[in-house]
T-cell receptor, first 113, second 112 residues
């Protein structure tokens, strides 16, 4: 969807380095999400945010951190504590009613150097 | 906790045949069921959805059915084409809830 922009498309991380993945949306959605997808696997929820300045851990939050200072932006930091960061990361947003679809960005592919 | 089970994990059909993917959800309060298609290296995209006040919805070659009593919903693709080859995810959510629970995905191969 053109309403969600993820950058960069490809990212390489060195040992001990923190990296930040960007996610911006112009859909005026309250809720935003980060998922991790490993090859041939499904979507695993890392963090989600229902509203500005509030966010909740998902199923695999260890080694990751987020912030939600603006409604439009929900950056994800992959810290050095995440020992196996190589994956495809998808950001999504949704209107807050619950019975609406999530809209996904194009994803960021993160690899270890 | 909430869970969505999806079957089969892999499905191979001949071009022109039908494909059916089935999902079962655990939270009886769920009232919204979207289906996403994800091509290799791309984003998941919504292809059809159904809300709990209807039992079936159709859009050209794609249809979804919902059985609230059994907590089952299914995706039906008729007259499959090679471009239907992708991974399909079912999901469930509920009004007022902020999490969408996804199934593990079905990899569909359509052989020409």
């Amino acid at each position: 969807d053109g309403g969600i922009t993820q950058s960069p498309k490809y990212l390489f991380r060195k040992e001990g380095q923190n990296v930040t993945l960007s996610c911006e949306q112009n859909l005026n959605h309250d809720a935003m999400y980060w998922y991790r997808q490993d090859p041939g696997q499904g979507l695993r929820l890392i963090y989600y945010s229902q509203i500005v300045n509030d966010f909740q851990k998902g199923d695999i939050a260890e080694g990751y951190s987020v912030s939600r200072e603006k409604k439009e932006s929900f950056p994800l930091t992959v810290t050095s504590a995440q020992k196996n960061p190589t994956a495809f990361y998808l950001c999504a947003s949704r209107a807050d009613s619950g019975n609406q679809p999530q809209h996904f960005g194009d994803g960021t592919r993160l690899s270890i150097l | 906790g909430e869970n969505v089970e999806q079957h089969p994990s892999t499905l191979s059909v001949q071009e022109g045949d039908s494909a059916v993917i089935k999902c079962t959800y655990s939270d009886s309060a769920s009232n919204y069921f979207p289906w996403y298609k994800q091509e290799l290296g791309k984003r998941p995209q919504l292809i059809i959805d159904i809300r709990s006040n209807v039992g079936e919805k159709k859009d050209q070659r794609i249809a979804v059915t919902l059985n609230k009593t059994a907590k089952h919903f299914s995706l039906h693709i008729t007259e499959t084409q090679p471009e239907d080859s992708a991974v399909y995810f079912c999901a469930a959510s509920l009004t007022g809830g902020f999490k969408t629970i996804f199934g593990a995905g079905t990899r569909l191969f359509v052989k020409a």
